[in-house]
């Protein structure tokens, strides 16, 4: 395992996401790959034409979350640095909803780690997608947020 050169850069943001930044933050001159995956609101999905995208999150679970991807990224890539930012809040066709950067001294490594943060923040941190069409909207499959505790309906008895 590759010792990180800094801290790694993690972060929910309202704002644009700024790829130069993240990526020169994971750079370093003992690194011989930087791989990024750029996550961009599409113009479509299921067969319908969207419109804009919103996006939730429970963030301090949410960033807590994105903390043990990073920590299990270094425990098992030989990787260096690591920064991941996802956006919250509305975003239009073409925006960035998540960037992650990955640096490593070698390409394999860095594009294994990069390939598991991303399936695994899909799969475990508390981010929701409210998809807008021109006839409504629609949480993503998968993606809705949970209801309050005081409104969940009880489960019937077996």
Known sequence: MAE??????????????????????VRAAEDGAVVTFDGC??????????????????????????REIAAQMHERFPIHGVAIAHRLGRL?????????????????????ACRFAIDTLKRTVPIWKKEYFEDGAVWAEGE????????RAAKPAS
Do not use: C, W
């Open 4 to 25: 990180p050169l800094q801290p790694d850069l993690l972060a929910l943001v309202r704002d644009p996401i700024d790829q130069d930044a993240l990526i020169r933050h």
């Open 41 to 66: 609101v599409r113009n479509h999905s299921h067969g319908r034409l969207t419109l804009y995208l919103d996006y939730e999150a429970y963030e301090s679970m949410a960033l807590a979350k994105i």
């Open 92 to 112: 239009e066709i073409g925006d960035t909803s998540v960037f992650i950067a990955v640096s490593s001294p070698h390409r394999p490594a860095a594009f294994d």
């Open 144 to 151: 809705m947020p949970p209801a309050p505790a005081e409104t």
